[in-house]
């Protein structure tokens, strides 16, 4: 059990436990299991936050992961703060145009789509995804292309969406 800060002989602050954690609440949530997820993911993150504040990318990934059990519980407005306030940091961190906050601005999109915020998402994708991803990783990375056919859905989807816009998203 536990005392004294140990836990089953091992110090509470031993990143092999932090791992652990981390790995069983990826493992449920990428199997579907986000209701079983969602409590391993949250403490996961707890416990960085508590031992490991200093480690910024450290506590932003644990966020990553508990946005992205929100979004698959469907509560994808509770995962949208979280996408927007780790997309936040990033830009202060990383600057906009890096692979992860490029990422991370495609989950915020992502959400918005789920909420039927279509217009919100268009311009997201439009206004600053796609472009950072053209300009960072260019127009062939298939991260970009992925990006692109995001967008065209969006715009498809979009029963106002003009003859123009359909070939933007080309």
């Keep these: 059990g536990y005392s004294e800060g140990r836990y089953l002989g091992r ?7 932090s791992m652990a954690m981390g790995q069983l609440g990826n493992a449920l949530n990428s199997n579907g299991r986000y209701t ?3 409590p391993v993911i949250e403490a996961s993150l707890a416990f960085r936050r508590r031992w490991w504040s200093h480690e910024e990318e450290f506590i932003r ?40 906050t490029i990422g991370t601005s495609c989950n915020i999109a992502n959400a ?5 915020l279509l217009d919100d998402a268009k311009k997201m994708y439009r206004d600053q995804v ?14 970009t292309l992925i990006i ?23």
């Excluded at 110090?11 to 436990?17: A, G, L």
């Excluded at 698959?72 to 906009?96: F, H, K, M, Q, S």
């Excluded at 918005?112 to 039927?116: C, R, Y």
Aim: hydrophobic letters at 40%; glycine letters at 6%.
């Design 130 to 143: 796609l472009p950072a991803a053209r300009r960072s990783l260019g127009a062939d990375h298939n991260f």
């Design 61 to 100: 990934t644990g966020q990553c992961h508990l946005a992205a059990c929100l979004g698959g519980l469907g509560r994808y407005d509770e995962a949208l703060v979280l996408y927007r306030e780790i997309y936040a940091r990033e830009v202060a961190t990383l600057g906009v145009s890096h692979e992860h």
């Design 112 to 116: 918005l789509v789920h909420l039927k």
């Design 11 to 17: 110090p509470v602050t031993d990143d092999k436990r």
């Design 36 to 38: 079983e997820a969602l």
């Design 148 to 170: 692109s056919r995001n967008l065209a859905i969006v715009l498809y989807d979009d029963l106002e969406r003009t003859r123009d816009d359909l070939l933007e998203a080309e």
